[in-house]
């Protein structure tokens, strides 16, 4: 092709870079057999799969092949990219679900834009893509994108869960070793429940010795700020322990 392979930043930010080794190699074997076997896949002259190989081949001389890829959109093509990179065998549970949480955005926008240029007829917008709700329940809405994504991340319902959990309530360092994979999922949410269950006791022992200290007539009368706060405190703590399955 006489004009070079476009890369957007956006397309290949939702690529899972390559570890140093998986680098390596690959510029190894290119440079070995000085050729690029796979060919590049482009959406309009853009880069959908193959932005290491196109980088390696740029930074050493070597020819390359393209195919270009036919699809109608921008968001079609990111779908495509993110379950492309679904099939890598070499991805972390964490990588996946990103990658699939990724999707369901995506698919869930587009539907929304498709239903909003349909004039809010719900009937007559058709959901596409398995990350898009069939059911119209509210209830099950949650429950199918659940299930989808799971399915689509190749992890169970319960490890998702438990994934929202870390990204949500753990520090950085411990998200950080999940991502690489030095912690698994269910290792760090078992890590992530007993620290906040050990806060949730260190809380629950302060407001039993508040209640203890109560002046007489309680805070309420004492001091209306404190027993606002108090309460407030009481209702977060029990939101999070039936959040994490601490509770009912």
Request: proline fraction near 5%; hydrophobic fraction near 35%; glycine fraction near 8%.
């Amino acid at each position: 092709m006489s004009i070079l392979p476009i890369v957007d930043p956006e397309f290949s930010g939702l690529i899972p870079p390559l570890s140093p080794d998986e680098r390596e190699q690959l510029e190894h074997n290119i440079l070995e057999s000085r050729k690029c076997y796979d060919p590049l896949i482009l959406w309009n002259g853009i880069i959908v799969d193959g932005h290491n190989r196109f980088e390696i081949c740029m930074k050493h001389g070597i020819e390359f092949r393209y195919e270009e890829m036919p699809l109608d959109t921008r968001e079609d093509a990111k779908v495509w990219i993110l379950e492309n990179q679904l099939n890598r065998r070499n991805l972390t549970d964490a990588a996946r679900i990103e990658l699939a949480l990724l999707k369901a955005d995506i698919v869930r926008k587009k539907a929304e834009k498709k239903q909003s240029r349909a004039g809010g007829d719900r009937k007559s917008a058709k959901y596409e893509g398995s990350l898009i709700p069939k059911r119209t329940k509210p209830g099950n809405d949650r429950i199918s994108v659940y299930e989808s994504t799971a399915s689509d991340a190749g992890v169970s319902k319960g490890t998702l869960n438990n994934y929202m959990q870390i990204k949500e309530h753990g520090s950085p360092e411990l998200q950080e070793q999940v991502q690489s994979g030095a912690i698994k999922i269910g290792a760090a949410h078992r890590l992530l429940t007993k620290e906040i269950q050990k806060q949730l006791g260190i809380a629950g022992n302060m407001l039993k010795f508040i209640k203890n200290a109560e002046p007489a007539g309680g805070y309420k009368a004492a001091d209306p700020e404190i027993h606002s706060k108090l309460c407030n405190l009481a209702v977060s703590l029990h939101a999070l322990l039936v959040k994490l399955g601490g509770a009912q």
